[in-house]
């Protein structure tokens, strides 16, 4: 995949949905020519995300859909995770004190650690979008 | 997954294989709360055979050093692959957990502190 390609998975399901969002992630970032370690970091990235979406967006329902894209124009990977169930809320996000010891909390400051660029799509009629960025 | 809990002096060594996210941080946590509820204190998690671990095997880490730190035991880490390393350093959870490179090396420093 390079020059502007752009590839899809949907995925409907509880957490085993997780780990196929994260093995896709890889599949797609090695094609993309991505570091190892560059691998790794969107394995997480894609994995936390997931993990924030089964929990939070689709916590009343039985089955999470998430519908992966990512896209290579071969200077950025770009990863799209949209859902359908409660919106996130990005300005009440705290992220965690680092001093302390919590037993949560850290996905989301993960994937900002990891990620160059995360942005957040909230004004969808339902659900929301998450947008990851990784400079190739 | 795969768990097994072994026992080395004081020392519980709890070496896990596999990956770890939600789906199966269930077993780690059954794991720990059934040696927690056996009384032991001291332990290493050897984590060689771990691939991939997200906040959530973070969270089954840190919740195991809570319960143990109130009786005076411990709980550090051996074998951990860089990839973990670096979300244990992102979240500077790699001043709460002593590392080793080595699992003899991780079980004989309880034995130096006494």
Not at chain 1, 37 to 56: D, G, W
Not at chain 1, 72 to 90: E, I, N
Not at chain 2, 5 to 19: L, S
Request: net charge negative; glycine share 8%; with cysteine.
């Amino acid at each position: 995949m390079q020059g502007g390609s752009e590839e899809r998975l949907e995925l409907r399901g509880g957490p085993e949905i997780i780990r196929q969002a994260r093995e896709w992630a890889t599949a797609q970032a090695r094609r993309a020519g991505l570091s190892g370690e560059a691998i790794a970091e969107i394995a997480l990235a894609v994995s936390e995300a997931c993990t924030n979406i089964v929990r939070h967006a689709y916590a009343e329902r039985p089955e999470a859909r998430i519908i992966l894209t990512v896209a290579d124009d071969g200077r950025w990977l770009t990863l799209r995770l949209r859902d359908f169930g409660r919106k996130f809320d990005p300005a009440a996000y705290r992220p965690p004190n680092l001093d302390a010891l919590h037993e949560g909390g850290y996905g989301l400051f993960l994937i900002q650690q990891v990620m160059d660029e995360v942005h957040y799509i909230t004004d969808h009629d339902q659900g929301t979008e998450l947008i990851l960025r990784k400079r190739k | 997954m795969k768990i097994e809990a072994q026992k080395v002096d004081n020392v519980t060594v709890v070496v896990v294989e596999g990956e770890i996210d939600t789906l199966t941080v269930p077993q780690l946590h059954e794991t720990f709360d059934r040696l927690v509820a056996a009384g032991e204190q001291n332990y290493v998690i050897d984590l060689a055979g771990v691939p991939f671990m997200d906040s959530s095997g973070l969270a089954a880490l840190v919740k195991l050093f809570k319960r143990i730190r109130i009786g005076h035991g411990d709980v550090r880490l051996c074998r951990v692959r860089p990839e973990i390393r670096k979300i244990l350093e992102l979240t500077r959870l790699d001043r709460v957990f002593e590392i080793y490179e080595d699992r003899t090396l991780a079980v004989a420093s309880y034995r130096e502190q006494g």
